[in-house]
Each structure stands twice: as C-alpha cells, then as structure tokens.
C-alpha cells in the first residue's frame, strides 16, 4: 500500500510497519505497531492507522491513541506530554483537526482545544 500527499509519501512495508517520508525536510520515519495494520488514511494533514485492536490518529505534534473502547491517550511530541482519557462509555468517534480534538461516546460528545 503506498499514499501519497502534501510533500508526504507513506507505505504500509510490512503487515505492522508504516514508513512516512518527509520530502521537503528529506525525513523519514518508521512507525512500527504491535497489531497488523488493517487500515490507513491521510486527509487535511492527519494520518488515522487502524489496527486490529487500535486506532491511532497522527497529525502535526500529537499522536492520539485509542487503545481500550473507552481510553484515549494524548502524547504532544513536542512539549513531551501525555495525557490519558478515560470516557465512561464506549468512544464511538474521534476527530484531531484545527488544534481541536471531538471525541463521541455513546451518550455524550467531548470537545477539546489545544493550548
């Protein structure tokens, strides 16, 4: 599988393992995941990898994860935060755009702004 988009070349190499190229800044990256990638996608500056148990969201300086139906982690790569979220129902949804983060459960929608 291999995506193209804004300056950016993304292959899926192997079954878990997910080179993103750089080619304005000429870098590479590797992103290896425990769970065979089932699904990637790239729209508007984020990257969403679907795997067979998580769901992970990629977009400029944060990497948004959700590992369990009702945990998200947040990891803000260039303050070196992480945050974890625990929703009382099951995330149904999740969107990172526009330093913006929409989750949706079941019973309720959360909005959250970047700082």
Known sequence: CFVYQQNMDVTLAENNTIT??????????????????????????SMVVTTNS???VY????DVTLAENNTITVHDILN???EELDFRDRV??????????????????FVYQQN
Do not use: P, W
Request: charged share 25%.
């Open 20 to 45: 993103v190229h750089d080619i304005l800044n000429e870098t590479k990256e590797e992103l290896d995941f425990r769970d065979r990638v089932v699904d990637m996608s790239l729209a508007y500056g």
């Open 54 to 56: 998580q769901c992970f």
């Open 59 to 62: 977009q400029q300086n944060m």
């Open 80 to 82: 070196e935060t992480k």
């Open 92 to 109: 149904v949804d999740m969107s990172l755009a526009y330093g913006s983060m929409v989750v949706t459960t079941n019973s309720q929608c």
